[in-house]
């Protein structure tokens, strides 16, 4: 087979090594404990499950969304047209994989089709471009052209370039992001990819623009540190896979700002639906899930990979009932105890 250019052979590279990589367990979900009514006064038929996303004409079923993955190679199409098909049996949002293969290569139409079935197969749906920061914003409004995208999403992985041989080491990215978040129509979400963010960080992005939403993308889940590592067969970056703050942490960090309009999308090591809601009572919008997705597909195939991500929505609904919740936004008032790690680390936040 006549060898592919490095940036097309990355994407396949990053599925294999996602799936290679895959823990099933939740990350540290346990250090966080609800503190559930006994008597929940509480029917399950009473619970409501759908979100508003930005100003998009119909609501969401469930806080969840498919997060970016893949696209920008005839190979990956097959697996966003099954991508597109999960999201829309089960009316969630879907992510795509950074557009940059599109933009290099804007006259290959195998290339171009690996977003465009995403649109494809989810006509109505909520579809999210997905660009790098340093994309300039007229180069971005193609991306979303291309799949008629409802939001953009502006990934940030300085860590992961770092630790990549091909990788960027120029992190420059204010100028850049002030233009995308002036001029970009459709809202724009700033996402990690696997490291979480703080508050100092969101408070530094928001002075830039208008954000729409974070997706803190926490650590604890697909680690692209350890991808990259895996990659790069010169050096050893091992010592990286700690980098970041996990998902939970990221929440406790960043919720207390005071974020008037921007909204928080948490994604990361979220592996059940209980990991979900811990997600939703620390004051997440919604919750994203990239490689569980992946597994099921690759394991299970498409009609079983739909079944167990309904199966997930019902079980989200289970927990609001037992936790006495009618709707997604009533689990931030739910009460809840961290074990002493978490508490120590937002003490020392709240310390300065
Ligand atoms: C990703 N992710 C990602 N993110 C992004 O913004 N642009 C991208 O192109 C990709 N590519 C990508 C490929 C693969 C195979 C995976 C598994 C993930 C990161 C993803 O959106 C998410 O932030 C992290 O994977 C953390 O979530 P999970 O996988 O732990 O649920």
Redesign the pocket.
Same mark, same amino acid.
């Given at each position: 087979m006549p060898k592919q250019p490095l940036d097309l052979q990355r994407k396949n590279e #990053? &599925?294999f090594l996602?799936e290679k990589f895959y823990n099933p367990a939740s990350t540290n979900f346990a250090e966080m404990r609800l503190l559930a009514p006994s008597i929940p006064e509480m029917r399950l038929k009473d619970v409501k499950t759908d979100v508003k996303w930005f100003n998009f004409h119909q609501n969401m079923d469930a806080p969840l969304y498919i /997060?970016?993955? *893949?696209g920008g190679n005839a190979q990956v199409t097959k697996l966003n047209q099954q991508l597109a098909i999960v999201a829309q049996e089960l009316n969630i949002p879907i992510?795509l %994989? +950074?557009m940059s293969n599109y933009l290099k290569y804007p006259y290959n139409k195998e290339i171009s089709e690996s977003y465009q079935v995403v649109r494809e197969y989810n006509p109505q749906g909520l579809v999210i471009a /997905?660009v790098s920061a340093k994309i300039p914003f007229k180069q971005a409004q193609k991306c979303i052209d291309l799949v008629q995208a409802n939001a953009l999403?502006v #990934?940030i992985n300085a860590a992961q370039e770092i630790v990549m041989a091909e990788g960027e080491d120029d992190f420059c990215w204010c100028d850049n992001l002030a233009q995308l978040l002036q001029n970009i129509e459709v809202p724009v979400i700033i996402?990690?990819? @696997?490291v979480g963010m703080n508050a100092a960080s969101v408070r530094q992005i928001l002075q830039l623009g208008p954000v729409a939403a974070f997706d803190i +993308?926490g650590k604890g889940? *697909?680690n692209f540190q350890a991808i990259e590592n895996e990659r790069n067969h010169h050096i050893d970056y091992s010592f990286m896979q700690d980098w970041g703050l996990t998902t939970l942490e990221s929440l406790l960090d960043i919720v207390p700002t005071n974020l008037t309009d921007t909204l928080i999308f948490a +994604? %990361? @090591?979220?592996r059940s639906p209980l990991d979900v809601i811990k997600c939703l009572v620390l004051g997440a919008h919604s919750v %994203? &899930?990239?490689?569980?997705v992946?597994h099921e597909l690759q394991h299970f195939g498409l009609e079983h990979t739909i079944t167990t991500f309904k199966t997930w929505q019902h079980q989200i609904k289970e927990i609001m009932t037992l936790l006495g919740c009618q709707k997604v936004t009533d689990l931030t008032q739910v009460d809840y105890r961290l074990s002493m790690k978490l508490n120590n680390f937002i003490r020392q936040k709240n310390d300065i």
């Amino acid at each position: 087979m006549p060898k592919q250019p490095l940036d097309l052979q990355r994407k396949n590279e #990053h &599925l294999f090594l996602a799936e290679k990589f895959y823990n099933p367990a939740s990350t540290n979900f346990a250090e966080m404990r609800l503190l559930a009514p006994s008597i929940p006064e509480m029917r399950l038929k009473d619970v409501k499950t759908d979100v508003k996303w930005f100003n998009f004409h119909q609501n969401m079923d469930a806080p969840l969304y498919i /997060n970016a993955m *893949t696209g920008g190679n005839a190979q990956v199409t097959k697996l966003n047209q099954q991508l597109a098909i999960v999201a829309q049996e089960l009316n969630i949002p879907i992510a795509l %994989g +950074s557009m940059s293969n599109y933009l290099k290569y804007p006259y290959n139409k195998e290339i171009s089709e690996s977003y465009q079935v995403v649109r494809e197969y989810n006509p109505q749906g909520l579809v999210i471009a /997905n660009v790098s920061a340093k994309i300039p914003f007229k180069q971005a409004q193609k991306c979303i052209d291309l799949v008629q995208a409802n939001a953009l999403q502006v #990934h940030i992985n300085a860590a992961q370039e770092i630790v990549m041989a091909e990788g960027e080491d120029d992190f420059c990215w204010c100028d850049n992001l002030a233009q995308l978040l002036q001029n970009i129509e459709v809202p724009v979400i700033i996402k990690e990819v @696997g490291v979480g963010m703080n508050a100092a960080s969101v408070r530094q992005i928001l002075q830039l623009g208008p954000v729409a939403a974070f997706d803190i +993308s926490g650590k604890g889940g *697909t680690n692209f540190q350890a991808i990259e590592n895996e990659r790069n067969h010169h050096i050893d970056y091992s010592f990286m896979q700690d980098w970041g703050l996990t998902t939970l942490e990221s929440l406790l960090d960043i919720v207390p700002t005071n974020l008037t309009d921007t909204l928080i999308f948490a +994604s %990361g @090591g979220v592996r059940s639906p209980l990991d979900v809601i811990k997600c939703l009572v620390l004051g997440a919008h919604s919750v %994203g &899930l990239a490689a569980p997705v992946l597994h099921e597909l690759q394991h299970f195939g498409l009609e079983h990979t739909i079944t167990t991500f309904k199966t997930w929505q019902h079980q989200i609904k289970e927990i609001m009932t037992l936790l006495g919740c009618q709707k997604v936004t009533d689990l931030t008032q739910v009460d809840y105890r961290l074990s002493m790690k978490l508490n120590n680390f937002i003490r020392q936040k709240n310390d300065i």
